[in-house]
């Protein structure tokens, strides 16, 4: 046993050491020098001995090096590196399909690892505290317990499963530790704000500028994917996502928070920033031409007009939704109006017709599998691991169709009550809180977590990157945000006196 304190009393020693090294000091001591001359004199002869491949692979190690060492030390850091791969991934596969996903899952594994070595001497468990951890938890539990479901029609399905369920749920816990004040919130709020401005300018690029020669290849590699990116005679645009509904759904939510930032109590210039960005995606939304979107933008307005219930926001709605009316009914050659239309008109009634006579004739095999047939049972994993079941040609086109079929209706039951958990907590927060700016945030991202909910009807919303990513940041901002108010009211004060803008 004394040995065994010895060995852990080392280690501590040596990570204390290694921090104050490289991160406090921030290798300005001799190791940090000696650790940089190594990785110059290295990339060099990489670049001298195999020219560009070279230099990629040295900057690649060199990135998973920095990478994991935030991972262990700097959770807060790595989060942004986290929600940048997050888009990134589904861009960098157009380019050479490879397994970046497990990437992701290494960096959330090593963030989930250094939060676990700090509370072996911290034990400070205080950031979990909220009505959402239980439910989360819970669910987490539920997928990995799957694996000895029964009726399971492969346990290699759920092996390639579960990492999109319960390893991506570690952001939830990760995102809670981090974020452990309000300038850190306000700060990731921004930043994945800024992602979605971003990923619309890109998308903006690719219709007034053209696709990059990797997008076109991508694109011309499967003929179904192209015919359905293909349409009225034009390339809809997808952006660093990996089709279009889930880059203009991903749009359309960061599109009404710009709205609803609109409202708050924000200097000028920066109301104008957040309108041109909202103005960009609302553009870049239509351009994707998908349909879900724009019954999500109304939603949105809804939930945002039933949530204030302010006269004048009452008055603009009916106003704005009669002027919509006169848009949707007036006759147009325009093709990506035509599009918009088309959500509100009987025109799409054709593919809701048919996932409608889908969810039909699977209610019978929901009813008798209380537990599911295991995850990765339906879609794409069921056709390539169980081809013979009865659900390897079943389109889920559902996220909660696809809870129901693979995780049964005691695990659609399980997962409505973790959505209402958030729900219900995220409204609580936001009558309950006061100072203008928490509480704008509060509405913003709780009109965001409606239209998301809606979203996983028509569509397998939540588990698309990078949108999966930012929903379990969110329910950390939601979990956390309200322990800080006093540090926005403290923010204001410093701001009066050394007259700063937010």
């Excluded at 852990?8 to 001799?30: E, G, M, P, Q, R």
């Excluded at 990339?43 to 001298?48: K, L, R």
């Excluded at 325009?334 to 088309?342: E, K, L, T």
């Amino acid at each position: 046993m004394q040995y065994l304190f010895q060995i852990k009393a080392l280690i501590d020693a040596l990570k204390d050491w290694l921090y104050l090294v490289l991160i406090t000091k921030k290798l300005n001591s001799f190791l940090g020098i000696l650790i940089l001359v190594v990785l110059c004199v290295l990339i060099g002869g990489f670049v001298a001995v195999l020219e560009l491949k070279g230099a990629v692979f040295a900057i690649a190690v060199v990135f998973a090096i920095t990478s994991v060492l935030f991972a262990l030390f700097n959770q807060y850091t790595c989060l942004y590196i986290v929600l940048t791969l997050g888009c990134l991934v589904p861009w960098l596969s157009k380019i050479r399909d490879m397994p970046y996903g497990i990437s992701l899952d290494a960096l959330l594994m090593t963030m989930s690892l250094g939060i676990l070595m700090k509370q072996s001497y911290k034990r400070d468990l205080s950031f979990l505290q909220s009505p959402i951890t239980v439910p989360i938890i819970l669910w987490i539990i539920y997928n990995l317990i799957q694996v000895l479901n029964p009726s399971a029609v492969s346990q290699l399905a759920w092996v390639y499963t579960v990492r999109s369920v319960a390893i991506l749920h570690l952001l939830y816990f990760i995102a809670c530790y981090a974020l452990n004040s309000y300038r850190r919130i306000v700060s990731v709020f921004k930043y994945m704000l800024g992602m979605a401005f971003v990923a619309a300018l890109y998308g903006l690029n690719q219709e007034y500028i053209g696709f990059s020669r990797y997008e076109m290849i991508w694109l011309h590699s499967d003929m179904e994917r192209f015919q359905l990116i293909f349409q009225w005679g034009r390339l809809r645009i997808f952006s660093f996502f990996a089709d279009p509904t889930n880059y203009g759904m991903y749009l359309a939510y960061y599109a009404i928070i710009c709205c609803i930032l609109l409202t708050g109590p924000f200097k000028t210039y920066q109301k104008v920033l957040v309108g041109f960005a909202g103005a960009c995606m609302f553009l870049a939304m239509g351009l994707a031409g998908s349909r879900t979107p724009f019954v999500l933008v109304p939603f949105g307005l809804i939930i945002y007009t039933l949530l204030t219930l302010n006269k004048r926001v009452i008055l603009t709605m009916i106003f704005t939704f009669m002027l919509g009316s006169v848009f949707i009914f007036k006759s147009t050659n325009n093709a990506i109006i035509f599009r918009i239309q088309s959500a509100f008109s009987s025109t799409s009634s054709d593919t809701m017709e048919v996932r409608l006579n889908n969810q039909k004739m699977i209610q019978p095999f929901i009813r008798a599998h209380p537990f599911g047939a295991g995850l990765g049972s339906a879609g794409q994993w069921g056709a390539r691991f169980a081809p013979n079941s009865i659900l390897a040609k079943f389109p889920p086109d559902s996220g909660y169709v696809r809870i129901a079929v693979e995780l049964g209706w005691l695990g659609l039951i399980l997962y409505l009550y973790l959505l209402f958990k958030v729900v219900n907590f995220s409204i609580h927060c936001y009558i309950r809180v006061k100072h203008p700016k928490v509480k704008i945030i509060y509405l913003c991202l709780t009109v965001m977590i409606f239209m998301l909910f809606l979203a996983s009807y028509p569509q397998e919303a939540i588990i698309q990157l990078p949108t999966s990513l930012c929903f379990y940041v969110t329910l950390a901002i939601i979990a956390r945000l309200k322990d800080f108010e006093h540090e926005a009211y403290i923010e204001d004060e410093k701001r009066k006196l050394l007259g700063n803008s937010f």
